[in-house]
T-cell receptor
Framework: DTEVTQTPKHLVMGMTNKKSLKCEQHMGHRAMYWYKQKAKKPPELMFVYSYEKLSINESVPSRFSPECPNSSLLNLHLHALQPEDSALYLC???????????????FGPGTRLTVL | GQNIDQPTEMTATEGAIVQINCTYQTSGFNGLFWYQQHAGEAPTFLSYNVLDGLEEKGRFSSFLSRSKGYSYLLLKELQMKDSASYLCAVKSGAGSYQLTFGKGTKLSVIP
């Protein structure tokens, strides 16, 4: 299984809603990532988990709350979002950092989020 | 700081060869990645260079010169399905998970 899966594929939510994005991989990767991508822009890193612990938080607002329940799952909890948070949210995974060659990040298909 | 530059758009003809350049100035360097992204889809990994030189993978090749802060992606025998954005990304440190992406080059392949 060389796939990263994400659900839902599309999500529309109001500014007062609470929702969660889910990501799953079964490649044995111990690093997992959340990226945000606006139209015609490159992906921007939000969070990195390494061995189920938060390793990097790129100064993301607290209305985004990541969670890594186990080595295969990564969630992103959303609360009180703003319309400007509308974007494609990409999950990725990779082997743990190191000097090896198999350190590419594998991306999921993304969740397209619209905040009304 | 991190700065990665690539052309915004390129157009090439089916069957031809196209070279997409990427220059970078980063605070550290531990490898350069090329990703392909079709509109509305996730990026997919194409290549990784950490040492100087050319890496070839089928119709795709990637070159790196660390002293010049320069890489290119070479696509041969272009096909219509190669129309996509091509993202150059730099990993800035040995222990770093962080990939800094360039803005991407939108390639249009025309008949």
């Amino acid at each position: 299984d060389t796939e990263v899966t994400q659900t839902p594929k599309h999500l529309v939510m109001g500014m007062t809603n609470k929702k969660s994005l889910k990501c799953e991989q079964h490649m044995g990767h111990r690093a997992m990532y959340w990226y945000k991508q606006k139209a015609k822009k490159p992906p921007e890193l939000m969070f990195v988990y390494s061995y189920e612990k938060l390793s990097i938080n790129e100064s993301v607002p607290s209305r985004f709350s990541p969670e890594c329940p186990n080595s295969s799952l990564l969630n992103l909890h959303l609360h009180a979002l703003q319309p400007e948070d509308s974007a494609l949210y990409l999950c990725a995974s990779s082997h743990h950092h190191g000097g090896g060659t198999n350190i590419e990040q594998f991306f999921g298909p993304g969740t397209r989020l619209t905040v009304l | 700081g991190q700065n990665i530059d690539q052309p915004t758009e390129m157009t090439a003809t089916e069957g031809a060869i196209v070279q997409i350049n990427c220059t970078y100035q980063t605070s550290g360097f531990n490898g350069l990645f090329w990703y392909q992204q079709h509109a509305g889809e996730a990026p997919t990994f194409l290549s990784y260079n950490v040492l100087d030189g050319l890496e070839e993978k089928g119709r795709f090749s990637s070159f790196l010169s660390r002293s010049k802060g320069y890489s290119y992606l070479l696509l041969k025998e272009l096909q219509m399905k190669d129309s996509a954005s091509y993202l150059c990304a730099v990993k800035s440190g040995a222990g770093s998970y962080q990939l800094t992406f360039g803005k991407g080059t939108k390639l249009s392949v025309i008949p």
